[in-house]
């Protein structure tokens, strides 16, 4: 729109837009005199047409006497533009190729009354090269962010199952510069009374960490089919990563939860390959702070992890957590866990939707627009 505005009346009369449409696969026309035209058109209908010619090569074509020339509707497709030529009583049609990085991305169209002498037309071309560079970029831009997205939600489960005598919740914030995909995930599969959860970050960012992340999570997967004891699976990953991307490592916390048949208490397995430990917070408010500790996966082969357990009880809730969290950074430095431990007593006893929520606007509001990495929580409760 601003592109249009420009060209008026410095080089042309009337100016308008004709792009492809991705959406609805047509053909979309913007301009006018007024530069607030908007119509889509089918591509079908400009099959064969000059207008087509030029979104095909990206050439430029130029029309004298627009009144008297029958292929004027080859160029202007849309009677209502035809009409709006007419009245204006422009004489001259130019039509130049929106060309970037080896693509044609459409077509910019001027009018005018009077000719477009050698010296228009190149200072047109220009403008339109300049045009579709940005257009170009914006449209990369929004396909990585669309890529993004998609890649970020494949690396957590789109929601968590429901389970008889287990409360779960989770939430996943973004790191502040969003384009970049970051390496937390979490899973949680299990059925019955017995259930696994993991939860991890893959260094480094990008499509690369968001590639090593799927195949953490498929490996946990299959892995558990044979054997769902944390230290195995975090055994079994670690030979998995270690053989394939030995450049790169992973820190996965690995939770075995099996459920008492009168839903009294939960039994928790767990071991961890370089992730923090989780927190408990007991159902009288006091914060434990698991010691637990295990080499990251990836780095080093034949790695024997270390298994600790602990019984959540009617009220408790186990807080797990990636280093969005602690490692925050602040106008006082990092989030740190002491942090943590100070705010979860007045939790206890909370729905863990609650202790993830407090946590992660503790967490936010400590940045304070500070950049930040991305943020991955996930609590478990033994309800009441």
Sequence with gaps: MRLLTLLKPELAD??????????????????????GFTATISQTSIAGSRLDRVLRTGNTDVTSDIAADPSLTGLLPHPALRAEVAALGLTDLLVVGLNARGATLGALLLAR??????????????????????????????????????????????????????????????????IDIGGDFYDVLGSDRDWLITLGDVSGKGVEAAALTGRTRQSVRMAAYFDRRPAMLLRALNSVLYE?????????????LHIAESGSHVDVDLATAGH?????????????????????????????????????????????????????????????????????????????????????????????????????????????
Excluded: K, N
């Excluded at 010296?119 to 449209?139: E, K, M, P, Q, V």
């Excluded at 396909?143 to 939430?171: F, Y």
């Excluded at 394939?244 to 075995?256: A, I, K």
């Design 276 to 384: 923090q430990a989780p927190l408990v917070i007991r159902s009288d408010g006091h914060v434990e702070q698991l010691e637990v500790f295990g080499t990251a996966c990836g780095m080093i082969p034949d790695v024997e992890y270390r298994t600790i357990t602990v019984r959540l009880d009617r009220g408790d809730t186990m807080l797990m957590f990636t280093d969005g969290v602690d490692e925050a950074h602040g106008a006082q430095g990092l989030f740190g866990v002491d942090r943590l431990l100070g705010l979860l007593p007045a939790y206890a006893g909370a729905s863990p939707d609650v202790v993830c929520e407090a946590v992660e606007q503790q967490v936010v509001e400590y940045v304070d627009g500070r950049p930040h990495d991305d943020i991955a929580l996930l609590a478990v409760t033994c309800p009441r």
């Design 244 to 256: 394939t991307r030995p450049e790169q490592f992973v820190t996965v916390l690995c939770v075995g």
């Design 113 to 178: 009354r009077g000719a477009f002498d050698a010296d228009d037309t190149t200072f047109a071309g220009h403008l339109a090269a300049r045009a579709a560079i940005a257009l170009d970029s914006a449209r990369l831009y929004e396909e990585r962010t669309q890529i993004a997205s998609v890649l970020s939600r494949a690396l957590r489960p789109p929601s968590l199952p429901d389970i008889e005598h287990l409360d779960l919740a989770a939430r996943y914030r973004p790191a502040a510069e969003h």
């Design 14 to 35: 009337w100016a308008m837009l004709a792009m492809p449409d991705a959406r609805s696969g047509g053909l979309l026309l913007q301009g006018g005199e007024s530069v």
